[in-house]
């Protein structure tokens, strides 16, 4: 029985490898620092689902758990992941902030194995639609068009 390994994770014009903290657009590597990189693999790995702030805290700064330097990184983090993407957090189509709570990785994602295949990991599900609407994110456009 041969072991499937994660190669990478493929979302929209994106790539992004795991073990070699590498992200690609368009086949061609990007520069994203080490740490907004780490964050973006953290939250893709649970795509469709929120992730909470301390959770990913804990991920990079262990010794920030807890604290408002903590969140004000996490912050600063998101918000440079954010430029990346050209998002608009006011109508993400990657990032959405769930108040209070933590951070949804909105779009499908697909994990490429070592196999050659590729498996839905996760993305655009009915409970990422309620996650936005218990944090009060009313008027949200509709991304399944």
Same mark, same amino acid.
């Given at each position: 029985?041969?072991?499937?390994?994660?190669?990478?994770?493929?979302?929209?014009?994106?790539?992004?490898?795991?073990?070699?903290?590498?992200?690609?657009?368009? #086949?061609?590597?990007?520069?994203?620092?080490?740490?907004?990189?780490?964050?973006?693999?953290? &939250?893709?790995?649970?795509?469709?689902?929120?992730?909470?702030?301390?959770?990913?805290? #804990?991920?990079?700064?262990?010794?920030?758990?807890?604290?408002?330097?903590?969140?004000?990184? +996490?912050?600063?983090?998101?918000?440079? &992941?954010?430029?990346?993407?050209?998002?608009?957090?006011?109508?993400?189509?990657?990032? &959405?902030?769930?108040? #209070?709570?933590?951070?949804?990785?909105?779009?499908?994602?697909?994990? +490429?194995?070592?196999?050659?295949?590729?498996?839905?990991?996760? #993305?655009?599900?009915?409970?990422?639609?309620?996650?936005?609407?218990?944090?009060?994110?009313?008027?949200?456009?509709?991304?399944?068009?």
């Amino acid at each position: 029985m041969s072991v499937r390994r994660l190669r990478s994770y493929l979302f929209g014009d994106y790539r992004v490898d795991p073990g070699s903290q590498t992200v690609y657009r368009n #086949g061609r590597q990007v520069n994203l620092n080490p740490i907004r990189t780490t964050v973006l693999i953290a &939250l893709i790995e649970r795509a469709g689902q929120v992730v909470p702030k301390e959770e990913i805290i #804990g991920r990079i700064w262990p010794d920030q758990t807890g604290s408002s330097k903590g969140d004000s990184n +996490l912050t600063q983090q998101i918000f440079y &992941l954010r430029r990346f993407f050209h998002d608009n957090p006011s109508s993400p189509s990657y990032i &959405l902030t769930i108040p #209070g709570t933590g951070y949804l990785f909105y779009p499908a994602v697909r994990a +490429l194995l070592s196999d050659g295949r590729e498996v839905e990991v996760g #993305g655009p599900a009915p409970h990422a639609e309620a996650a936005g609407e218990e944090a009060g994110a009313e008027g949200r456009r509709d991304r399944r068009r």
